[in-house]
DNA sequence: TATTTTCTTGACAATTTTGTCAAAAGTAAA
DNA sequence: TTTACTTTTGACAAAATTGTCAAGAAAATA
C-alpha cells in the first residue's frame, strides 16, 4: 500500500466534517483549486496551514507540524538511494546541536 | 561554533588542493560565480554537483551525497521547533518501507 | 606599486514553482 | 432531467529561486 500524503490527508480531514472544499480553502486564505490541487498532489501543502488545520480539525498542532515536516523530508529524499543513512546524519547533527534539557555529562 | 555547510565543505576542499574557483567550475560546468556564491551560502548547491565532486576530489560518491543530503534537509527544518521529531517520524517511514535485504520476520 | 590572477558582487535573465481565474466536469437534490 | 452545488482542470499570472554577465574588489606576484 501507497502511503497517504499530507494533502491526502487533509481532504480525509475535511471530508469527515463533510466540509466543502471551498469552505475550507477560505479558512487557509487560498484559492479553492489551490486546495484541490494539494488534495490531489498537484501542489505542495505549506508550512502556513498548518496551524489553521490544527485549529480546524482541532489536532495538536506540535504534532501536526511533525507530521508535515515529516512528509516534507520524505518526499525531498523520496527517490534517493541513501535517503535513510542521509535522515541518521542529520538527526545527529541536531541532536548534537539541541541542547538537552539536562545537563549532558562529561 | 557553527556547522560547516557543504558549499564552505566544497570551499575547503578546493582550497586544499589550490585549486582555483575557475578551474572547479568548469568541471561542474557552472559559472564561476554561481560556485562562488554556492560556497558562501549565497546559492545552494545541487544534487548534480555531487558525482563531480565526489570524482574531482576522491571520495566516496555515496558518503558525500549522504552528506549533501543531509545538510539539505536540516537547511529546511533549521528554525523547526520540532525538527528533530519530524526527522525520526520520517525515519520511521523509510525504514518501514525500506525492504530488508534480509527477509523480516512475521 | 604595477600587473596579473582570483574572487565577489549587483543587476538582470532564465527557470521553476506556486497561486488564480474561469470554465468544464462531476455529483446530488429537487 | 433540470437545477444547484462541489470539485477538477488548463491556461496563465505571480512569486521565488537560480544562473549568468560583466564589472569591480581583493589577493598574489612580478
Known amino acids: 500500500m501507497e ?3 499530507f494533502g491526502e490527508y487533509i481532504r480525509r480531514l ?6 466543502p472544499l471551498r469552505r475550507l480553502a477560505a479558512l487557509l486564505d487560498i484559492d479553492q483549486s489551490t486546495l484541490s490541487k494539494i488534495e490531489t498532489n498537484q501542489r505542495q501543502p505549506t508550512r502556513d496551514m498548518v496551524p489553521v488545520l490544527a485549529k480546524v480539525f482541532k489536532l495538536d498542532e506540535k504534532e501536526l507540524s511533525v507530521k508535515f515536516l515529516a512528509e516534507r523530508i520524505l518526499y525531498y529524499v523520496q527517490d534517493e538511494e541513501n535517503g535513510l543513512e542521509a535522515l541518521k546524519l542529520a538527526e545527529e547533527s541536531i541532536a548534537y546541536k539541541k ?5 549532558s555529562r562529561s
Chains 1, 2 share one sequence.
Do not use: L, N, Y
Not at 475535511?14 to 466540509?19: F, K, L, S, T, Y
Not at 541542547?99 to 545537563?103: F, S, V
Open 3 to 5: 502511503k497517504e500524503t
Open 99 to 103: 541542547p538537552a534539557k539536562k545537563k
Open 14 to 19: 475535511r471530508e469527515a466534517q463533510d466540509m
